[in-house]
């Protein structure tokens, strides 16, 4: 019987553009409390999510990153001495084309010591388009390339750290769900060969 695959999904910590509801602070960084959220993921997962998942991929926004090296460490360095670095996949972008989702360049953010060491390959030049593929109507043909990306990938626990709208669609969970920041939950595939490669709660959170 084939292992089941799990996916925890992780929104970010509490970004600068959180405080206020303020959409136009371009690419924001996590607040003070947004660090400390990060820190409680990394005491609550580091003795089980840290020590079993084989993946670990964020979006390659400044916040979802710092909430990625901030609450996954143990994880990272694992992988690294693997040689599988941190994946940012550009796909995971959050829906809107608000300042507050558009980030940097990957020439930009390789330049950045924070995330030395990060593999960009999956990081397009036209990620920040606010048209065609990015542009927020053709949302579900993003989260379907993710999710069947994930699904077709041979690791068998995989963290992703999103965003909130977008995890909401590739969860196909109602938007008026409350899905906090650094908040975990836990999914697996419904089926090995559906087409939309759908994912289904497994636990309620963690």
């Not at 300042?99 to 360049?105: A, I």
Request: net charge negative.
């Amino acid at each position: 019987m084939t292992p089941r695959k799990l996916i925890y999904l992780v929104r970010h910590a509490e970004g600068d553009h959180n405080v206020g509801n303020d959409s136009s602070i371009p690419d924001p960084s996590l607040t003070t409390l947004g660090k400390q959220q990060a820190e409680h993921i990394n005491k609550s997962t580091s003795h089980n999510i840290q020590n079993t998942a084989d993946l670990l991929v964020s979006s390659p926004l400044i916040r979802t990153l710092q909430t990625t090296l901030i609450g996954f460490p143990r994880l990272k360095s694992r992988l690294e001495r693997a040689g599988k670095p941190l994946i940012a996949v550009a796909r995971l972008r959050e829906v809107s084309n608000s300042p507050c989702n558009l980030g940097k360049s990957r020439e930009s953010l390789e330049k950045l010591d924070e995330f030395r060491g990060i593999d960009f390959s999956f990081v397009e030049d036209d990620w920040n388009l606010k048209e065609g593929y990015f542009a927020p109507e053709n949302i579900l043909a993003r989260v379907r390339w993710v999710r069947r990306w994930l699904r077709a990938r041979p690791e068998q626990a995989i963290v992703v750290v999103a965003h909130g709208h977008f995890l909401r669609a590739m969860t196909d969970i109602d938007e008026r769900d409350d899905w906090g920041n650094a908040e975990i939950r836990s999914f697996t595939f419904a089926k090995e060969d559906d087409e939309d490669a759908e994912l289904r709660l497994y636990e309620p959170h963690i």
